[in-house]
């Protein structure tokens, strides 16, 4: 099971720092991405980061990210973050976590490679 939360309103240029906790699932086997779906358009990948036992290298979409994101996990938590700087308004979205399967020595982007997703946390750019 995956849980997110962190989300909410905040100004063009502020920050934010979402958290996806997880029970059920060890993490030093699964990676875990961070999806975002706006009103109207995709769900699309935002951030991964590989399991422990793969090497914990993280990945970004830099399309939009830019070096404004930054995923981590705590092991000890079971939670991995997202810590988001110099929001945008285009980073109005729900966003999402996601596990990938077991031992996967992968990130990946790809909505249909991922079974087990949180609900969702809203987070709104607005000024």
């Known amino acids: 099971q995956l849980q997110a939360s962190g989300g909410g309103l905040v100004q063009p240029g502020e920050s934010l720092r979402l958290s996806c906790v997880v029970s059920?699932?060890?993490?030093?086997?699964?990676?875990i991405t961070w999806f975002r779906q706006a009103p109207g358009k995709e769900r699309e990948g935002v951030a991964c980061?590989?399991?422990?036992?793969?090497?914990?290298?993280?990945?970004y979409d830099e399309d939009f990210v830019k070096g404004r994101f930054t995923i981590s996990r705590d092991n000890d938590e079971n939670t991995v973050y997202l810590q988001m700087t110099s929001l945008k308004p285009d980073d109005t979205a729900v966003y999402y976590c996601?596990?990938?399967?077991?031992?996967?020595?992968?990130?990946?982007?790809?909505?249909?490679?991922?079974?087990?997703w949180g609900q969702g946390t809203e987070v709104t750019v607005s000024s």
């Open positions: 996601a596990a990938g399967p077991y031992g996967a020595d992968w990130c990946s982007f790809h909505v249909p490679d991922f079974r087990s």
């Open positions: 059920g699932l060890d993490l030093d086997y699964h990676a």
């Open positions: 980061i590989k399991s422990r036992s793969t090497g914990s290298s993280t990945y």
